[in-house]
T-cell receptor, first 108, second 117 residues
Framework: RKEVEQDPGPFNVPEGATVAFNCTYS??????FFWYRQDCRKEPKLLMS???SGNEDGRFTAQLNRASQYISLLIRDSKLSDSATYLC?????????FGKGTRLHILP | GAGVSQSPSNKVTEKGKDVELRCDPI?????LYWYRQSLGQGLEFLIY????????KSGLPSDRFSAERTGGSVSTLTIQRTQQEDSAVYLC???????????????FGQGTRLTVV
């Protein structure tokens, strides 16, 4: 079983809709959690960290469920510019582990 | 610039040749990662360096792949006797170490696009 698992998608979503991704992690000792974004032919960049209490950054909301070992990302009022691959990242023992990513296509 | 720097940005090599890819991490970052990404695929972990600890080489796909990090800074990924299936983008990332808090933000270089012909 992979340590970080995501639905690869693609998710095809009309502009303005709300979309949510989940990610599961297998190691209960995981300590830190992030969402990264990767645009086509670009390097991944940090979108947001995920805190135990959940956190929001504009249209983006991230949540952590330690009991069920998953994290989620919610995007409200999606824009064409949100089209990208979203990578779930989990940190353990000072090392971060990337999921394979979920592809999102926002449709005009 | 103060970001992660990788060179070359593009490399075309003949099958069977050796290649060296270089990564200059952000100054002060003790953690360094190498990943490989084939077209349309996710990141494939290759190797992880953290300070003076033994590197985690668990992701290296074969003994043709090796990496070193000299002086805790610059890293070189070497691929010997390249094969066509080695064609991919090789990404390097660096981060601070969070002293047991599970890892901090990793910053990526722009990658080296390797094409084996």
């Amino acid at each position: 079983r992979k340590e970080v698992e995501q639905d690869p998608g693609p998710f095809n979503v009309p502009e303005g809709a709300t979309v949510a991704f989940n990610c599961t992690y297998s190691n209960s000792a995981s300590q830190s959690f992030f969402w990264y974004r990767q645009d086509c032919r670009k390097e991944p960049k940090l979108l947001m960290s995920v805190y135990s209490s959940g956190n929001e950054d504009g249209r983006f909301t991230a949540q952590l469920n330690r009991a069920s070992q998953y994290i989620s990302l919610l995007i409200r009022d999606s824009k064409l510019s949100d089209s990208a691959t979203y990578l779930c990242v989990v940190g353990r023992d000072d090392k971060i582990i990337f999921g394979k990513g979920t592809r999102l296509h926002i449709l005009p | 610039g103060a970001g992660v720097s990788q060179s070359p940005s593009n490399k075309v090599t003949e099958k069977g040749k050796d290649v060296e890819l270089r990564c200059d991490p952000i100054s002060g970052h003790t953690a360094l990662y190498w990943y490989r990404q084939s077209l349309g695929q996710g990141l494939e972990f290759l190797i992880y360096f953290q300070g003076n600890s033994a590197p985690d080489k668990s992701g290296l796909p074969s003994d043709r792949f090796s990496a070193e990090r000299t002086g805790g800074s610059v890293s070189t990924l070497t691929i010997q006797r390249t094969q066509q299936e080695d064609s991919a983008v090789y990404l390097c990332a660096s981060s601070l170490v969070s002293q047991g808090a599970g890892g901090t933000e990793a910053f990526f270089g722009q990658g080296t696009r390797l094409t084996v012909v």
